[in-house]
């Protein structure tokens, strides 16, 4: 659901519609969850809030940029573990 903060006055649904469309536009990809329009006379401040984007962790592992070792075969995991860790 859009939340959608509206301070220092009132504007139009038509208005409202074409911030949400620049939003959609400017930021392809993103889930839109809220706006914060601040209005001060003829300036219009807008501060866009978005959801989180899931990420998976990618390692290098052996050569490879590899997220998990399900696809390693067993020589591959052998490798990773005689890996030597300097910490």
Known sequence: MLKINVT???ISKEELD???ARAMDTY???CLS???IALDGDYVDLS???ENVPFDR???ITGYLVGTLDRF???KRAEVMDR???G
Do not use: K, L, M
């Open 8 to 10: 220092g006055g009132e």
């Open 18 to 20: 074409a911030y949400v």
């Open 28 to 30: 392809p990809g993103r």
């Open 34 to 36: 809220g706006i914060d």
């Open 48 to 50: 866009y809030h978005f």
């Open 58 to 60: 990618i390692r290098r």
């Open 73 to 75: 075969n067993d020589a």
């Open 84 to 86: 030597v860790y300097h």
